[in-house]
């Protein structure tokens, strides 16, 4: 706020009180009632909390809660089509780097009646997974061709401003967005240093991480809010090597 600005709104304010001096004042001259006058400015006074209580925090939080499920709507949209374009691919990808990920994929077979329960215990799960990834198992050049194909797509979502309010998935953006940038600077991938390999290997573990973290949490959006499209996720899980898009 500008100096000028702040002016104004002082001169403003002096102006509202210096009217309703003016206004009491000629009440007095008229009635000669000062009592009366006292009375309804201290009863208008000790309405002012009431009307803070009901204005700035009941109907402010309830706007600004109804304004908050709205933008989480967009943004669900948002990593709806993150997952439906590229995020299930990328996960059947960086999977195979995990030499553990035969642990985990089971617990995350999931079914149409799970419960709040059991995502929570997968979660639990997930925190304990030892993630050991090893370059050589792996698809390095499928998951750079991948990631090179869809990074503007990644970089649009980084640019929407509404995502600001969704720290993790940002997260998400940033950690694959970077790994794209390391493997497009690899001309080649079968000549890795073991110091390179490992390098290339922390950032798949980063972005694994928080991928399966990110996934999990849109599945279970779906199930509360979606039952019909979670039904279709469930049919093209990644984690299910016996998943069928076909009933």
Sequence with gaps: MSKSTKKQRIYFGVLLILLSVFCYAVHFVIFRDAHHIFIYLVGDVAFVFIEVLLVTVIIHQLLSDREKRVVLQKLN??????FTRMGSDLLKLVSDFDANNSKLAKHLVMEQ??????????RKVMENHDYEIDIATGDLKGLKKLLLEHNDFVLRLLENQNLLEHESFTELLWAVSHLAEELSHRKNLENLTEKDGKHLAGDIKRASCILIREWLSYMEHLKNEYPYLFSLALRTNPFDPEASVEL
Excluded: D, H, R, T
């Excluded at 949209?77 to 993150?82: E, Q, S």
């Design 77 to 82: 949209m948002v990593i709806g089509a993150f």
């Design 113 to 122: 009646n799970w419960s709040p329960k059991q995502f929570l215990e997968i």
